[in-house]
């Protein structure tokens, strides 16, 4: 299966301590995206990567979070000094795009669940 | 402002029957995309249709289909003769240019297909 690929799928923290997840697209996909999900609400925009620029930052992007993808492949998002709040299903997703006009499907994974205590 | 409104926060059908999920959005641009997926209890935000603004086609797809009307700006989705499978949270969303490369999300419609 060569879907978008998040890891861990579940990860329980206490509050204070990092936590990084990592996303794989799909490959040959440039465009990748951060979203996050708390419950009965749909997934919020927080970070766009096109290749390895990092083009687009949600306000929710607090100081704490930052997110990376290096060589243009795999990202990981990493949040510090986490806080009860941070509490919630963060989605990967990737679209292959040859400009910002271009809509093409957007995928996602499974997300990584995060709980802190 | 772009904004995509779910008014149905869930629905329950009996197994067979059609339902339909609304989905009203707003944006002031011409060139914008909208999608539906299908989020079942696993987490994984599954793919259903892409439409461009400029096809207001119906598409069907087995016993799914859409009825775009950019009149109303609504995008709304049917799903014929339902089946258990078929209970999940459908989101539908907008992705729109201007730089913004992103989906706006409803807020999701819950569905439950009881046998």
């Known amino acids: 299966d060569t879907g978008v690929s998040q890891d861990p799928r579940h990860k329980i923290t206490k509050r204070g301590q990092n936590v990084t997840f990592r996303c794989d697209p799909i490959?040959?996909?440039?465009?990748l995206y951060w979203y996050r999900q708390t419950l009965g609400q749909g997934p919020e925009f927080l970070t766009y990567f096109q290749n390895e620029a990092q083009l687009e930052k949600s306000r929710l992007l607090s100081d704490r979070f930052s997110a990376e993808r290096p060589k243009g492949s795999f990202s990981t998002l990493e949040i510090q000094r986490t806080e009860q709040g941070d509490s919630a299903m963060y989605l990967c997703a990737s679209s292959l795009g040859s400009s910002t006009l271009s809509g093409n499907t957007i995928y996602f994974g499974e997300g990584s669940w995060l709980t802190v205590v | 402002a772009q904004k995509v409104t779910q008014a149905q926060t869930e629905i329950s059908v009996v197994e067979k029957e059609d339902v339909t999920l609304d989905c009203v959005y707003e944006t002031r641009d011409t060139t914008y995309y909208l999608f539906w997926y299908k989020q079942p209890p696993s987490g994984e935000l599954v793919f259903l249709i892409r439409?461009?603004?400029?096809?207001?086609q119906n598409e069907i797809s087995g016993r799914y289909s859409w009825n775009f009307q950019k009149s109303t700006s609504s995008f709304n989705f049917t799903i014929t003769a339902s089946q258990v499978v078929d209970s999940a949270v459908y989101f539908c969303a907008l992705f729109f240019s201007g730089g913004y490369n992103k989906l706006i999300f409803g807020a999701g419609t819950r569905l439950a297909v009881h046998p």
């Open positions: 439409r461009n603004s400029f096809d207001e």
């Open positions: 490959s040959e996909h440039n465009r």
